[in-house]
């Protein structure tokens, strides 16, 4: 069942709708392309391509696919996660929601076209636009990942991090504390401190 935080995310990429969904070719290289997240549901988004594609190709191979997107107000959201195929009942549910789709594939033409389910991963919005920098992550089917930058137990309390820090997220403490929903994840604080206690978290 997906939680309420990942609801509101699922849903905003279906409000925003259009984004740039990123796939890897048989060669290993980078492919990018403009899609419509079509369907959001409990189980996550639907988005439909046609067979002819090397995006559908890339889908099938790989199970994987990443999203990112820019929400009205300028705030980012991207998402990394698995993804299968679905009943082809899918594609006339695609339909049903989305009928400007009935002027691109008239009739029983639409079957040229697979619907997916993006069944489970994790994701963040991002909030570059005030201050401070907000951040919040979120996933569905599978625990969120963990991102930027944490004080270890080597901390000498120093604050060379802090005043490193562009956003002023660093709080004293044994170890001090990076809050991560403010945190640009930028790394200054790990390249001045002089203990190296401060680690990358790797998503």
Partial sequence: MMNEKAKKYVD????VKIASAATVDQDGHPRSRIINVMIAAEEGMYIVTSKG????EQL????EIALSAMCPDCQSLKFCG??????KQWVDKVFQENPGMNEVYPGDTRYILDAFLIYEGSGE????MHYPISRETFSYG???ERAGFEITDECIGCGSCLR???QKCIAQGEPWRIDPVHCLQCGACREVCPAGAVRKLHA
């Fill in 12 to 15: 905003l990429f279906r409000k």
């Fill in 53 to 56: 594609k090397p995006f559908y």
């Fill in 60 to 63: 099938m191979n790989t199970g």
């Fill in 82 to 87: 698995k993804i299968k195929k679905v009943e």
């Fill in 125 to 128: 919005w991002f909030d570059l």
């Fill in 142 to 144: 599978t625990e969120e």
């Fill in 164 to 166: 490193a820090c562009p």
